[in-house]
């Protein structure tokens, strides 16, 4: 990783599609080196958050800052080694093969006098090696499964090498053990090799379990942003998501459980625990 520590940072971020504003007057500084999650309802303005921290969407109003520099002042192929982004729903072109996917991942690294080099190749072995894809390497990314082709493309924004990943969703499409799979390898990307990682995701469990940061995001707004051990609490689950729950513990992690309530059930239906006692 670049030794320069990347700082990214969104001051009175005003976004709109047309004139229809979805997000105003937000302010955020993701922590440097750490795993931030972003959770909210549908439609609440998370991925055109994400989309506009990666300069993908440029803002009606305010700043995104990368570095101490306006995103939209920072060269193309600069920004591209710092950021790496996942988005919601990533197109292949038709016939792409896995392995050529993710070796898009190193384009920004390239240069006309040095193509591919030997550390370009590493990166991308070592990417369908952590993503378990290895095997199907020369298979199109338009024929495989859901779940398959998630993992195709989390494997080109870890090739990429940026300091700082986006991932809008990284866990959709997979089934629980390739979910944990893929939240492992973030937390070891981030443990290991100190990038900064910012995703959204919609089981707060496991944001909760995964993120050093929680933003919890309302209208285009943050409802609440901090620790998620603090953040993670009934009356914010009823305010963002108008759900009713009861908040346990997670007998692995320690940190806040959210189990719903729903209309079958009653919060005084809740049993005991049985069969982890400890002593
Ligand atoms: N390309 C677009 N053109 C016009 N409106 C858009 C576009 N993309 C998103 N929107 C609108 O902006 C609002 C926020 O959308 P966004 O995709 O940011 O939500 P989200 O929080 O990521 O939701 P989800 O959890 O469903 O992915 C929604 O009302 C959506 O309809
Ligand atoms: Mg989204």
């Given at each position: 990783?670049?030794?320069?520590?990347?700082?990214?940072?969104?001051?009175?971020?005003?976004?709109?599609?047309?004139?229809?504003?979805?997000?105003?007057?937000?302010?955020?500084?993701?922590?440097?080196?750490?795993?931030?999650?972003?959770?909210?309802?549908?439609?609440?303005?998370?991925?055109?958050?994400?989309?506009?921290?990666?300069?993908?969407?440029?803002?009606?109003?305010?700043?995104?800052?990368?570095?101490?520099?306006?995103?939209h002042a920072i060269p193309t192929r600069v920004l591209a080694q710092r950021l790496g982004i996942l988005p919601q729903s990533p197109v292949a072109p038709e016939g792409l093969t896995v392995i050529d996917l993710v070796g898009r991942g190193r384009s920004p690294h390239q240069t006309w006098w040095r193509?591919?080099?030997?550390?370009?190749?590493?990166?991308?072995?070592?990417?369908?090696?952590?993503?378990?894809?290895?095997?199907?390497?020369?298979?199109?990314?338009?024929?495989?499964?859901?779940?398959?082709?998630?993992?195709?493309?989390?494997?080109?924004?870890?090739?990429?090498?940026?300091?700082?990943?986006?991932?809008?969703?990284?866990?959709?499409?997979?089934?629980?053990?390739?979910?944990?799979?893929?939240?492992?390898?973030?937390?070891?990307?981030?443990?290991?090799?100190?990038?900064?990682?910012?995703?959204?995701?919609?089981?707060?469990?496991?944001?909760?379990?995964?993120?050093?940061?929680?933003?919890?995001?309302?209208?285009?707004?943050?409802?609440?942003?901090?620790?998620?051990?603090?953040?993670?609490?009934?009356?914010?689950?009823?305010?963002?998501?108008?759900?009713?729950?009861?908040?346990?513990?997670?007998?692995?992690?320690?940190?806040?459980?959210?189990?719903?309530?729903?209309?079958?059930?009653?919060?005084?239906?809740?049993?005991?625990?049985?069969?982890?006692?400890?002593?």
């Open positions: 990783m670049p030794s320069v520590r990347p700082d990214l940072r969104a001051t009175a971020l005003r976004l709109a599609y047309d004139d229809r504003i979805v997000v105003d007057g937000l302010d955020l500084a993701i922590p440097t080196g750490k795993v931030t999650a972003i959770v909210g309802a549908n439609a609440c303005g998370k991925s055109t958050l994400l989309r506009a921290l990666a300069r993908l969407l440029t803002p009606k109003g305010g700043a995104v800052h990368l570095d101490g520099r306006d995103v193509q591919w080099s030997a550390a370009d190749e590493e990166a991308v072995h070592e990417a369908l090696r952590a993503t378990a894809l290895t095997g199907l390497a020369h298979r199109a990314v338009d024929e495989l499964s859901g779940g398959q082709r998630q993992r195709a493309w989390i494997a080109m924004a870890v090739a990429q090498g940026t300091p700082v990943m986006l991932l809008d969703e990284p866990t959709t499409y997979l089934d629980l053990a390739h979910q944990i799979d893929v939240l492992d390898l973030v937390a070891d990307l981030n443990r290991q090799q100190g990038r900064t990682v910012v995703m959204v995701l919609h089981d707060l469990n496991q944001a909760a379990r995964y993120a050093d940061h929680l933003v919890a995001m309302k209208a285009g707004r943050i409802a609440a942003e901090g620790d998620p051990a603090d953040v993670v609490t009934a009356e914010l689950v009823e305010d963002v998501f108008g759900l009713r729950c009861v908040i346990g513990q997670c007998p692995v992690s320690g940190m806040p459980l959210v189990v719903p309530i729903g209309r079958h059930h009653a919060e005084t239906d809740a049993v005991p625990v049985s069969g982890t006692t400890t002593g």
